[in-house]
Nanobody, 125 residues
Framework: QVQLVESGGGLVQAGGSLRLSCAAS????????MAWYRQGPGKERELVAA???????SYVDSVKGRFTISRDNDKNTLYLQMNSLKPEDTALYYC???????????????????WGQGTQVTVSS
């Protein structure tokens, strides 16, 4: 079955960096669009960044210039490099896979086909 396993979360001070990873199995990774979502305390789940099968990327405005999404199709792994972290970035971060980048960008979170369990990122002030 499909598995998406996130890692790399943790506690970091404001201004610090973290790199999240998402190891995928059970799917043809290279043919899927991939994304990172997050859900902060008392907030709805939001799309943070997405990358198409061809490498096109998109970011929510609040992370542009600070976060970078990338993928290694040989390793079936998705990454999110997070720099200049802020307390408002504190959330549970999820990896997700969808059929197309357009689907992930224009649909609700439920549009994604597969989800990981999440990794917690906590940024202290």
């Amino acid at each position: 079955q499909v598995q998406l396993v996130e890692s790399g979360g943790g506690l970091v001070q404001a201004g610090g960096s973290l790199r999240l990873s998402c190891a995928a199995s059970g799917l043809t990774f290279g043919s899927y669009a991939m994304a990172w979502y997050r859900q902060g305390p008392g907030k709805e789940r939001e799309l943070v960044a997405a990358i198409g099968s061809g490498g096109s990327t998109s970011y929510v405005d609040s992370v542009k210039g600070r976060f970078t999404i990338s993928r290694d199709n040989d390793k079936n792994t998705l990454y999110l490099q997070m720099n200049s972290l802020k307390p408002e970035d504190t959330a549970l971060y999820y990896c997700a896979a969808g059929r197309t980048l357009r689907t992930l960008l224009t649909g609700p979170p439920s549009s994604a086909d597969y989800w990981g369990q999440g990794t917690q990122v906590t940024v202290s002030s």
